[in-house]
């Protein structure tokens, strides 16, 4: 039986877009991989194997749960675990890995470093590290003011070693003069700590905004999350200082036509009523909602202009685009197709509600902008029921569990 809806993820974009951003940056800057939240929800198994595959020099998550899961890609470069890991407990499965430098954990101030003192006891080798400073994210990390001293106490650990040293910017996407002070307080604490700083130790500070901020921004590497997946630009405020071009967008979401009806002028359309029709208009309901991850910030009042809006083949091979009427419901939305030919929405009829055209409005931060959000939001909060289908460069493969958590040979099906 055909899955209602589906989300094909087009693994041959990921190694295209390393290849863009390698081209941007220039081969003397290396690329760390960000794959949190299960790669936004894309499959971090999969898209860390085509990663790998690219030359990516470090990958990035969030939790040690989240670099096991990377590790299963059997990926040949470091892990690093942003969040502060405090208890040996945490690092359950991770101790190999660890011990053999593939996995690396940040610091986030200077009662950290005795905890992860404790860490490398238990597994029995010195721990890469990388020391987070604070320049004005106010987030995680170590204060400013703190960081000379917590770099030097990493340097005089004999348990611990200074993988990487690193910032985050805040504000890159736009605010150049903030970014710019930021870049000067990293410049004043990487002058203050040189002494400490060993020569492989990796110094990072740009995210996928500060990459198109400018080069003073890449360092040694650059931490991208967005970019990989053909997605950013668009977010961006004002014309990018060094521009990532021609970016191919990881995903594509279709779905397919449950119903279709036509109803008379003045007819109110779903709950509330909030959109009513003007004149005799068809409407198609399709087989997605929020609980899919569509935003019920796209649903349309009657006197707004269209938010959300879908891709229908029509017969000669081009794609129109009718908009979503009335309020996105848990697992359907209406869509106005009175516009389109009469033969083209029909029962069963496939429908693209995300595209890979990025001047098309269903293009995922056009959808996001419309919707309030961000592309990081509506990538991860994409939906557990929606079936999954992986385009490599042998063949397509379907992937149904809600999150990529198994091996990569196990996890696909030829189909």
Same mark, same amino acid.
């Given at each position: 039986?055909q +899955?209602?809806?589906?989300?094909?993820?087009? =693994?041959?974009a990921?190694r295209?877009?390393v290849g863009r951003i390698h081209?941007?940056?220039?081969d003397?800057?290396?690329?760390?991989?960000?794959?949190?939240?299960?790669a936004?929800?894309?499959?971090?198994?999969r898209?860390a194997?085509?990663?790998n595959? #690219?030359?990516?020099?470090?990958?990035a998550?969030y939790t +040690?749960?989240?670099?096991?899961v990377?590790l299963r890609a059997? &990926?040949?470069?470091? &892990?690093?675990?942003?969040?502060p890991?405090?208890?040996?407990?945490?690092?359950?499965g991770?101790?190999?890995?660890?011990a053999?430098?593939?996995?690396?954990? #940040?610091?986030?101030?200077?009662s950290?470093?005795?905890e992860?003192?404790?860490?490398?006891a238990h597994v029995?080798?010195?721990?890469?590290?990388?020391?987070?400073?604070?320049t004005g994210?106010a987030?995680?990390?170590?204060?400013w003011? /703190?960081?000379?001293?917590?770099?030097?106490?990493?340097h005089?650990s004999?348990?611990l070693h =200074?993988a990487?040293?690193?910032? %985050?910017? /805040?504000s #890159?996407?736009?605010d150049?003069t903030?970014?710019?002070?930021q870049?000067?307080?990293?410049?004043?604490?990487?002058e203050?700590?040189? +002494?400490?700083?060993?020569d492989?130790?990796v110094?990072?500070?740009?995210?996928?905004?500060?990459v198109?901020?400018?080069?003073? %921004?890449?360092r040694?590497?650059v931490?991208?999350?967005?970019?990989?997946?053909?997605?950013g630009?668009?977010?961006?405020?004002?014309?990018?200082?060094?521009?990532?071009?021609d970016l191919?967008?990881i995903l594509?979401?279709?779905s397919?036509?449950?119903?279709?009806k036509t109803?008379q002028?003045?007819?109110?359309?779903?709950?509330g009523?909030?959109?009513?029709a003007?004149?005799?208009?068809r409407?198609a309901?399709?087989?997605v909602?929020y609980a899919?991850?569509?935003p019920?910030? =796209?649903s349309c009042?009657d006197?707004?202009p269209a938010k959300?809006?879908l891709g229908f083949r029509?017969?000669?091979?081009?794609?129109?685009?009718?908009?979503?009427?009335?309020?996105?419901s848990?697992?359907?939305?209406? &869509?106005d197709?009175t516009?389109l030919p009469m033969? @083209?929405?029909v029962?069963g009829?496939?429908?693209?509600? &995300?595209?890979?055209?990025?001047?098309?409005?269903?293009?995922?931060p056009?959808l996001?902008?419309?919707a309030? @959000?961000?592309?990081?939001e509506l990538?991860?909060?994409?939906?557990?029921?929606?079936?999954?289908?992986y385009?490599?460069e042998?063949?397509a493969?379907r992937?149904?569990? #809600? %999150?990529?958590?198994?091996?990569?040979?196990?996890?696909?099906?030829?189909?």
């Amino acid at each position: 039986m055909q +899955p209602l809806s589906r989300f094909e993820i087009d =693994l041959t974009a990921v190694r295209h877009n390393v290849g863009r951003i390698h081209r941007a940056i220039g081969d003397a800057v290396g690329i760390c991989a960000v794959l949190k939240a299960d790669a936004y929800g894309l499959g971090a198994v999969r898209v860390a194997s085509q990663l790998n595959r #690219a030359g990516v020099d470090m990958f990035a998550v969030y939790t +040690p749960q989240q670099a096991q899961v990377v590790l299963r890609a059997r &990926v040949s470069r470091p &892990v690093l675990v942003l969040t502060p890991v405090r208890e040996p407990a945490a690092i359950d499965g991770l101790e190999g890995a660890l011990a053999a430098d593939m996995v690396h954990l #940040a610091v986030h101030d200077r009662s950290h470093i005795t905890e992860l003192e404790r860490i490398a006891a238990h597994v029995g080798g010195r721990l890469g590290v990388h020391v987070e400073a604070d320049t004005g994210m106010a987030r995680g990390g170590v204060t400013w003011e /703190a960081s000379l001293d917590v770099i030097r106490a990493v340097h005089d650990s004999p348990h611990l070693h =200074l993988a990487g040293l690193y910032a %985050h910017l /805040a504000s #890159a996407d736009c605010d150049a003069t903030y970014t710019c002070e930021q870049a000067q307080a990293f410049d004043a604490l990487l002058e203050r700590a040189r +002494p400490a700083i060993p020569d492989e130790c990796v110094i990072h500070e740009a995210s996928t905004f500060g990459v198109l901020r400018g080069r003073r %921004h890449h360092r040694q590497m650059v931490r991208v999350g967005l970019l990989w997946a053909g997605y950013g630009p668009e977010e961006y405020v004002g014309r990018p200082e060094c521009p990532v071009d021609d970016l191919r967008p990881i995903l594509r979401w279709t779905s397919r036509i449950v119903h279709v009806k036509t109803i008379q002028a003045s007819t109110r359309v779903g709950y509330g009523g909030i959109w009513r029709a003007a004149r005799t208009t068809r409407l198609a309901l399709v087989g997605v909602g929020y609980a899919d991850g569509y935003p019920a910030a =796209l649903s349309c009042a009657d006197d707004e202009p269209a938010k959300g809006e879908l891709g229908f083949r029509l017969p000669d091979g081009t794609t129109a685009y009718a908009p979503v009427v009335g309020r996105v419901s848990m697992d359907q939305i209406t &869509v106005d197709v009175t516009d389109l030919p009469m033969d @083209t929405p029909v029962n069963g009829a496939e429908v693209e509600v &995300v595209g890979r055209d990025p001047q098309a409005p269903n293009h995922l931060p056009t959808l996001a902008r419309r919707a309030g @959000t961000i592309t990081h939001e509506l990538l991860c909060r994409l939906g557990p029921p929606i079936h999954r289908t992986y385009i490599t460069e042998q063949t397509a493969c379907r992937f149904a569990p #809600a %999150h990529d958590t198994s091996s990569p040979v196990a996890a696909h099906e030829q189909p």
